[in-house]
Each structure stands twice: as C-alpha cells, then as structure tokens.
C-alpha cells in the first residue's frame, strides 16, 4: 500500500468514525455527582439545541486534526495535533450521550460540517506548520468564548451540561496556548473575521438543524 493511499484511508476511517460510530471517552465524562438534574420542557429543549452545537463543534475539530496532522511533514507536530484529537474525541462522546440523554439529536447536517472543516484544515495545513498552529489557536480561542456563552446561556439547573462545557473550555483554552508554544503564526484580522463569520452561520444553522 503506498503512503498516500495509506493517510488516505486513514482520513475516511476517521471521518466515518467521527460520523457514524458511537464516540468513546478515553476520560470520565464530568459531572456534579451531588447535585440533580431536573429541566422544564422548556430548559430542556434550550440544553438540548445548545449541547447539538456544541457537538457540532466536536465534529468540526475532529475533521481539523485530522487534516492537520495529514498535511505536517514534522513527525513531533503531528503526535501534537492527534493528542489533541483524542481530547476532542472525549469531548465529542460527552457531547453526544448528553444529547441522547436529553432526547436531542446531532446536527443533521454533521457530514457537510465534516467536510468542510476537513478542506479548511487541509488549506492551513498547505500554508506550512506555523499557519496551521496559527489556526488552530484562533480556532481554539474563539471556540472558548463560544463555550463561556452557553455557560451563560445553559439552564442553571443543567448541573450535567454545564460541567461538560467547563471541561471542555478548560481543554480549548490549553490547546490554544499549546498550539502557542510550538510556534504559531498570528492571523490576520479579516482572516479572523472570516473565522468568526463561518463560525456564527454554522452555530446558528446547528442550533435548529
């Protein structure tokens, strides 16, 4: 098998993994084991369209490692970028049984959001390591604020949900100033723009659908 075929096969396991396979958590999913959960209707259904996109999110980020780590010629920065990927894979199997146990579904349109996350992290990838560091910090930064939002936003009786989304911004947090340390380039302003804009139509459409 040549190497190209190889990673090739490698990204569309992946991908179907992330799509279609049931997410395991290399790490206990948080919780606030003294304290219940009990939602309205109401709060229920806001918790449930809330975890769908940040679960989206967690698609998102597999589909961006995975084409990062595709891309780098540096052996060290791709252990980083699929070390990164794992903690996004606990992320993305907290997000997804605590939208089955709020009787939500995923986003409907996780396969297109797949894609395109993977062609973006294939085109930062293609800029050289220090864009693709770059991204990823930017990304992982506005991902952060992201979830400091629905923190806010989140029912206060939503003990479970909360918890998962203070893990999970503690985690982006520190992939932003890894990413930081091993070099990244700073993105422009209209490149965060556009960042920030892509990122809002997705959040929204996720929201619903």
Same mark, same amino acid.
């Given at each position: 098998?040549?190497?190209?075929?190889?990673?090739a096969?490698?990204a569309a396991?992946?991908?179907?993994r992330?799509?279609?396979?049931?997410?395991?958590a290399?790490?206990t999913?948080?919780?606030?084991?003294?304290q *219940?959960?009990e939602?309205?209707?109401?709060?229920?259904a806001?918790?449930? $369209?809330?975890?769908?996109?940040?679960?989206?999110g967690?698609?998102?980020?597999q589909?961006? /490692? $995975?084409?990062?780590?595709?891309?780098?010629?540096?052996?060290a920065? *791709?252990r980083h970028?699929? $070390?990164?990927s794992r903690e996004e894979?606990d !992320?993305? $199997?907290w997000? *997804?049984?605590?939208?089955?146990?709020?009787?939500?579904r995923p986003?409907?349109?996780?396969?297109?959001? /797949?894609a #395109?996350?993977f062609?973006?992290?294939?085109?930062?990838?293609?800029? #050289?390591?220090?864009?693709?560091?770059?991204?990823?910090?930017?990304?992982?930064?506005?991902?952060?604020?992201h979830?400091?939002? !629905?923190?806010?936003?989140?029912p206060e009786?939503?003990?479970?949900?909360?918890?998962i989304?203070?893990q999970m911004?503690?985690?982006e947090a520190?992939?932003?100033?890894?990413?930081?340390?091993?070099g990244a380039?700073?993105m422009?302003?209209p490149?965060?723009g556009?960042?920030?804009?892509a990122?809002?139509?997705m959040?929204?459409?996720a !929201? /619903?659908l």
């Amino acid at each position: 098998m040549t190497p190209a075929l190889d990673t090739a096969l490698n990204a569309a396991d992946g991908a179907l993994r992330t799509l279609f396979a049931k997410p395991q958590a290399s790490r206990t999913c948080p919780t606030v084991a003294e304290q *219940r959960t009990e939602l309205s209707t109401q709060e229920k259904a806001l918790s449930g $369209a809330l975890m769908r996109v940040n679960h989206v999110g967690e698609v998102c980020a597999q589909a961006l /490692y $995975a084409a990062q780590a595709v891309t780098t010629r540096d052996p060290a920065l *791709r252990r980083h970028f699929l $070390a990164a990927s794992r903690e996004e894979g606990d !992320h993305l $199997a907290w997000t *997804r049984e605590r939208l089955d146990e709020l009787g939500a579904r995923p986003s409907l349109l996780n396969p297109l959001w /797949y894609a #395109g996350a993977f062609g973006i992290g294939l085109l930062a990838g293609r800029l #050289g390591d220090r864009v693709s560091l770059g991204f990823v910090v930017e990304t992982e930064r506005q991902v952060e604020a992201h979830l400091a939002s !629905h923190l806010e936003r989140l029912p206060e009786g939503d003990h479970d949900s909360r918890a998962i989304v203070a893990q999970m911004k503690d985690d982006e947090a520190r992939h932003a100033q890894d990413a930081q340390n091993a070099g990244a380039l700073a993105m422009p302003a209209p490149v965060q723009g556009l960042m920030k804009a892509a990122a809002r139509l997705m959040t929204t459409t996720a !929201h /619903y659908l």
